[in-house]
C-alpha cells in the first residue's frame, strides 16, 4: 500500500497525503506547497508517507 501512495504522490501530492493521514494540517500543508511549487509539495509528501508508515510497523 505505501508503493502505491508514493506513485499517488508523484502524480499528485496532495492525494497521497490524503490517503495517509485524511483531511488535517498535513493535507492543508501539501496543498498549499503544491501550489507554490510541485517539488516542494512532492518532498513534503513523499515524508509524510514514509514517516509515516514506519510508526505503523
Given at each position: 500500500m505505501t508503493c502505491?501512495?508514493?506513485v499517488l504522490s508523484i502524480l499528485i501530492p496532495p492525494l497521497g497525503?490524503?490517503?495517509t493521514v485524511g483531511i488535517g494540517?498535513?493535507?492543508w500543508l501539501s496543498i498549499v506547497l503544491t501550489i507554490l511549487g510541485y517539488v516542494p509539495g512532492l518532498v513534503h509528501a513523499v515524508w509524510i508517507i514514509?514517516?509515516?508508515s514506519q510508526?505503523?510497523?
Open positions: 502505491l501512495r508514493i497525503v490524503f490517503l494540517l498535513h493535507f514514509a514517516t509515516r510508526r505503523r510497523r
